[in-house]
């Protein structure tokens, strides 16, 4: 099955590639959307890092989350960068990026490590050391989520 590929309704408002990925790099946070066996959704806040084109994040190595992806690899994943209620016009301002892609838990030790350094480097690059003596630390606790960027569009009413 392909990726969806809904029509924007409106098209003055579409971003490039380019510039949902942009968007997609300056974001801090986002909300990773997966679906259970019962086929419910789930949606939860995370960080990420976007490494040589895939979406990282990290989470605990048990946990819902993660209980889905092993069902389905699918996913979703939607930041906003901006937000800014306009109330005189009833609108908002906002600038957002839509991810879908195929989620792989990452098992080798070495493709976590580097995974966890560039998304503790993102937020942290002043702290290299830290974020080192961190992810040994932290290593055997923490699952590496790669997110296959499949497709990514983005909207924008600046």
Same mark, same amino acid.
């Given at each position: 099955?392909?990726? @969806? =590929? #809904?029509?924007?309704?409106?098209?003055?408002?579409?971003?490039?590639?380019?510039?949902?990925? +942009?968007?997609?790099?300056? $974001?801090?946070?986002? &909300?990773?959307?997966?679906?259970?066996?019962?086929?419910?959704?789930?949606?939860?806040?995370?960080?990420?890092? &976007?490494?040589?084109?895939?979406?990282?994040?990290?989470? *605990?190595?048990? +946990?819902?989350?993660?209980?889905?992806?092993?069902?389905?690899?699918?996913? =979703?994943?939607?930041?906003?960068? !901006? $937000?800014?209620?306009? @109330?005189?016009?009833?609108?908002?301002?906002? *600038?957002?990026?839509?991810?879908?892609?195929?989620?792989?838990?990452?098992?080798? +030790?070495? *493709?976590?490590?580097?995974?966890?350094? $560039?998304?503790?480097?993102?937020?942290?690059?002043? #702290?290299?050391?830290? !974020?080192?003596?961190?992810?040994?630390?932290?290593?055997?606790?923490?699952? !590496?989520?790669?997110?296959?960027?499949?497709?990514?569009?983005?909207?924008?009413?600046?």
């Amino acid at each position: 099955m392909s990726v @969806p =590929s #809904h029509p924007i309704r409106r098209k003055d408002r579409a971003l490039s590639e380019a510039e949902a990925l +942009g968007l997609l790099q300056e $974001a801090e946070w986002g &909300v990773l959307a997966t679906v259970d066996e019962a086929g419910w959704p789930y949606a939860v806040p995370v960080n990420h890092a &976007v490494v040589e084109g895939a979406l990282i994040i990290h989470s *605990a190595t048990m +946990g819902h989350k993660l209980d889905n992806l092993a069902f389905n690899s699918k996913v =979703s994943y939607c930041v906003v960068t !901006v $937000a800014e209620t306009l @109330p005189l016009e009833l609108s908002t301002r906002y *600038a957002s990026a839509i991810v879908f892609g195929r989620a792989e838990l990452l098992t080798d +030790g070495c *493709a976590k490590r580097e995974a966890l350094r $560039a998304l503790g480097l993102r937020f942290a690059k002043e #702290h290299p050391d830290l !974020v080192d003596r961190e992810i040994e630390k932290d290593l055997f606790r923490t699952a !590496v989520v790669r997110v296959h960027m499949e497709r990514i569009t983005g909207k924008a009413h600046r």
